[in-house]
């Protein structure tokens, strides 16, 4: 009898100040996967906020870590405002989001993977940008 698993569908879930290099993205995520024993080879996409659609430090991560990136407007993210382990007011004036690390990592994993999402890693923060894993679970069919 074979048993086959199929890994999970882990999505990153980023937002960043303006202007926020590449490196310390990378930096961040790699700190925050490293801590929990996800090697970053095992996530599948990117994901934030439209509003950093064009955000040269993400779209160069990306390109970099050759992983998808989507992007999502506030009213799509603002039905993960009750999953969010932190809501920054600050952010809410600014996007019209309470969290865009999480509620972007919950939209892309849910998206790719059909069934709601949990989050693996909540909000990570460092000077200029916050991280966040969602994962789903698939099962064999």
Do not use: W
């Not at 992983?67 to 809410?92: D, K, T």
């Not at 890693?121 to 064999?140: D, M, V, W, Y």
């Amino acid at each position: 009898m074979t048993v086959h698993s199929t890994a999970p569908i882990l999505v990153i879930g980023l937002g960043c100040r303006q202007g926020c290099s590449t490196q310390e993205l990378l930096t961040l995520i790699e700190q925050s996967l490293g801590r929990a024993g996800i090697a970053l080879s095992a996530v599948s996409a990117l994901a934030s906020i439209d509003r950093k659609r064009l955000e040269p430090g993400l779209l160069q991560l990306a390109a970099q870590l050759n992983l998808g990136f989507e992007v999502f407007s506030a009213q799509q993210l603002a039905p993960y405002a009750p999953e969010l382990s932190h809501r920054s007011s600050l952010a809410f004036e600014q996007t019209g989001c309470f969290g865009i690390a999480e509620s972007a990592a919950l939209a892309l994993a849910e998206q790719l993977g059909g069934v709601a999402a949990s989050l693996l890693i909540t909000r990570q923060k460092s000077p200029g940008a916050t991280f966040a894993l969602a994962s789903i679970e698939q099962n064999p069919r």
